[in-house]
């Protein structure tokens, strides 16, 4: 674990004033000297100096707080016209089901209200889309250095399928999946077949 850097967590990059109050004070507190906006919606504080990682993490949450997984989410209905979904809602329900999983490597999830994917749902580790007819659920993306679009599993899904599948996928992934290996490389490995026979 990388100890020079903390990013507290953050359910669908909201902040509270509490938290942002406490983060101001670590940040004082301790002289930290970056602190950025992620793409996954949350902050990073950087440069904690050798010995201060354990107290910036109990004052802003505890070690598990810095939970790997996080939730991507646009704002979908009723705040966007475009929206079809309650990506939000759906979302912060992954939030929970992912901060107790412990998975081979970090999941980054993204929630996209309709099929413009502004939660960057296809290049996820798990995403979903929400079109008229329900729930899409992608499992396999990523977005680094080598991308993969993620594989559709399933479409016209309600909520609550919508998170019983996320749930069976992520659940196999956590069984079959080798340490430190994403989603994308266990797609590949395991093959497409194999993931639908398991959790469909």
Not at 63 to 85: N, R
Not at 164 to 184: H, N, S
Request: charged residues 20%; aromatic residues 6%.
């Amino acid at each position: 674990m990388d100890k020079t850097t903390f990013k507290p967590r953050m359910p669908l990059g909201r902040l509270d004033r509490d938290l942002l109050e406490r983060m101001a004070q670590v940040v004082r507190e301790y002289d930290i000297p970056v602190v950025r906006a992620t793409a996954g919606q949350r902050l990073l504080l950087a440069g904690i100096q050798p010995g201060d990682w354990e107290a910036v993490a109990a004052a802003l949450g505890g070690p598990e707080a810095a939970c790997p997984h996080y939730v991507q989410a646009c704002p979908g209905q009723p705040a966007c016209s475009f929206g079809l979904a309650d990506s939000l809602g759906l979302g912060a329900e992954l939030e929970t089901m992912l901060a107790g999983m412990d998975l081979p490597a970090k999941v980054k999830a993204g929630v996209s209200a309709c099929p413009r994917s502004c939660g960057e749902s296809l290049v996820r580790d798990l995403g979903l889309v929400g079109r008229s007819s329900g729930w899409s659920l992608y499992f396999g993306g990523n977005a680094g250095a080598r991308p993969r679009v993620g594989d559709l599993l399933a479409n016209k899904l309600s909520t609550q399928e919508a998170l019983g599948l996320a749930g069976r996928v992520l659940a196999f992934y956590q069984a079959q999946g080798k340490p430190r290996e994403r989603t994308a490389r266990f797609v590949e490995r395991m093959g497409l077949d194999a993931v639908r026979e398991a959790v469909l």
